[in-house]
C-alpha cells in the first residue's frame, strides 16, 4: 500500500482494538458504596465550612475572608494539573482494562485545567488581593499539609490512591462548594468589588462542569482498584485524607 507506513497501520489497529471509550456511570460494586458510606461525614464537613455556608445563604461574610481564602488556596490551584500529570504517568495503553479511557479523560482534564491558575488570579485581583505578595508567601500549614498528601500519594501510590484523592476528593468538594456559592457571591459588587463575569470565569466553569468529573473518577476507581488485596481500604485512606485536610484548609480561611 503505497504511502501508507507498517507502522501507521499498528497503530490504528491498535486504535481500533482498544478504542477510548467514555467513562460512563455504572452501578456501584459493594467496596464502593462502603466506602462511599464511611466518607459522607468528611465529605459533608468539606463542602461545609462557615466561609460557604454563610455566602450560600447570603449572610455575606467580610470579604477579608474570602482574600484569605483565595491567597491561601492559590498553591493548589496551581499545582492541580502537576497532581494530575503524576497520574497520568501510571496509565498505559492497552495493558489494562479502560487504560485508554483513563489515558484520554486525564488529558482532556488537564487541558481544562490549563487556564485556571490564571483564571484564579483574575479572581484574586477583582478581590482586592495583593497578587506579588501572594505568589511570594509560603504555603500556611495546612495547606503544605494538603500539598504533601496529594503530591505523595498521586506520585507513590497507586492510580486508583491518587484519583480518589484528587480527582474524586478535591474536584468532587469543589463542584458541591462553588455551585451553592457562585450567584451569592456576586452580592460582593455591592462593596465596590468589581465581580463581573471575567473574575469569577474560575467559579462559575467548576460550578457547571465538576458535577461530571467525581462521578467519572469512581468509574476510574472502579477499572482500577484491586479489590483482591486491600487496595480499596487503601484508596479509601487516600480520599479521606484528602477531604480531612481539605476541610483544616478551607476553617483556617476564618483566622486572620
Known amino acids: 500500500m503505497e504511502g501508507v507506513s507498517v507502522t501507521s497501520l499498528k497503530q490504528d489497529d491498535v486504535f481500533r482494538r482498544y478504542p477510548p471509550a467514555a467513562l460512563k456511570r455504572t452501578p456501584h460494586p459493594p467496596w464502593l458504596e462502603e466506602m462511599l458510606g464511611s466518607l459522607k461525614s468528611a465529605w459533608d464537613a468539606a463542602c461545609t465550612p462557615a466561609l460557604f455556608r454563610e455566602t450560600a445563604e447570603g449572610r455575606h461574610p467580610p470579604l477579608r475572608a474570602w482574600q484569605l481564602f483565595l491567597e491561601r488556596c492559590f498553591p493548589i490551584v496551581e499545582h492541580f494539573p502537576k497532581y494530575m500529570g503524576l497520574s497520568l504517568a501510571k496509565t498505559t495503553y492497552g495493558l489494562r ?4 479511557s483513563i489515558r484520554r479523560w486525564l488529558l482532556q482534564n488537564l487541558g481544562v485545567e ?6 484564579w488570579i483574575d479572581w484574586m485581583q477583582a ?5 506579588p505578595r501572594t505568589f511570594e508567601a509560603p504555603m500556611t500549614p495546612e495547606v503544605q499539609a494538603l500539598h504533601h498528601h496529594l503530591l505523595a500519594t498521586c506520585l507513590g501510590g497507586s492510580l486508583a490512591e491518587g484519583i480518589a484523592a484528587s480527582n474524586w476528593a478535591i474536584e468532587g468538594v469543589t463542584g458541591v462548594w462553588t455551585r451553592a456559592v457562585v450567584e451569592p457571591f456576586t452580592a460582593y459588587a455591592r462593596d465596590g468589588v468589581r465581580m463581573d463575569a471575567h473574575a469569577l470565569r474560575w467559579l462559575r466553569a467548576h460550578a457547571r462542569y465538576d458535577d461530571a468529573h467525581p462521578d467519572e473518577a469512581l468509574e476510574i476507581l472502579k477499572l482500577t482498584t484491586d479489590v483482591t488485596t486491600g487496595e480499596p481500604a487503601r ?3 487516600a480520599a479521606h485524607r484528602s477531604l480531612v485536610l481539605l476541610a483544616r484548609v478551607f476553617e483556617s480561611c476564618g483566622e486572620a
Open 127 to 131: 478581590a482586592g488581593v495583593d497578587i
Open 235 to 237: 484508596v479509601g485512606i
Open 97 to 100: 482494562p479502560g487504560d485508554a
Open 114 to 119: 490549563a487556564r485556571h491558575a490564571e483564571w
